[in-house]
């Protein structure tokens, strides 16, 4: 009885431990200079991170993700598959994305009044 549950324990502790998802790594443009404040999220998820000044991220989930969405202003969105639940040292290459055109910027007020009793 003592082996049965001294088993069960073992198995849920050991999906714990394996059931999570954890990664880290550097974001870098085409010249290899960091890109600083780009977003990293796990594919189909709400969980991100942000990367640093230094374009070094870390992100972990308790669920399992099978691949990471970064994306930049000016850089196209890439998806990067993961192939195990703890990948280190990634080091992400994001390409030019297109440039815009023009930028239109609206300075005017709203006309709503708030009266206060």
Same mark, same amino acid.
């Given at each position: 009885?003592?082996?049965?549950?001294?088993?069960? @324990?073992?198995?849920?502790?050991?999906?714990?431990?394996?059931?999570?998802?954890?990664?880290s790594?550097?974001?870098?443009?085409?010249?290899?200079?960091?890109?600083?404040?780009?977003?990293?999220?796990?594919?189909?998820?709400?969980?991100?991170?942000?990367?640093?000044?230094?374009?070094?991220?870390?992100?972990?989930?308790?669920?399992?993700? @099978? @691949?990471?969405?970064?994306?930049?202003?000016?850089?196209?969105?890439?998806?990067?598959?993961?192939?195990?639940?703890?990948?280190?040292?990634?080091?992400?290459?994001?390409?030019?994305?297109?440039?815009?055109?023009?930028?239109?910027?609206?300075?005017?007020?709203?006309?709503k009044?708030?009266?206060l009793?």
């Amino acid at each position: 009885m003592k082996k049965n549950i001294f088993l069960i @324990a073992f198995l849920v502790v050991a999906n714990l431990v394996f059931s999570q998802t954890k990664v880290s790594g550097v974001v870098v443009d085409n010249t290899n200079q960091p890109v600083p404040y780009a977003n990293v999220v796990f594919k189909n998820s709400t969980i991100g991170t942000v990367t640093n000044e230094d374009g070094r991220f870390y992100i972990e989930s308790s669920n399992t993700y @099978a @691949a990471l969405v970064v994306s930049f202003v000016g850089f196209e969105t890439k998806v990067v598959p993961l192939t195990k639940s703890v990948n280190y040292n990634f080091k992400i290459q994001l390409s030019d994305g297109q440039q815009l055109s023009e930028v239109v910027i609206y300075t005017g007020k709203t006309s709503k009044r708030t009266i206060l009793p």
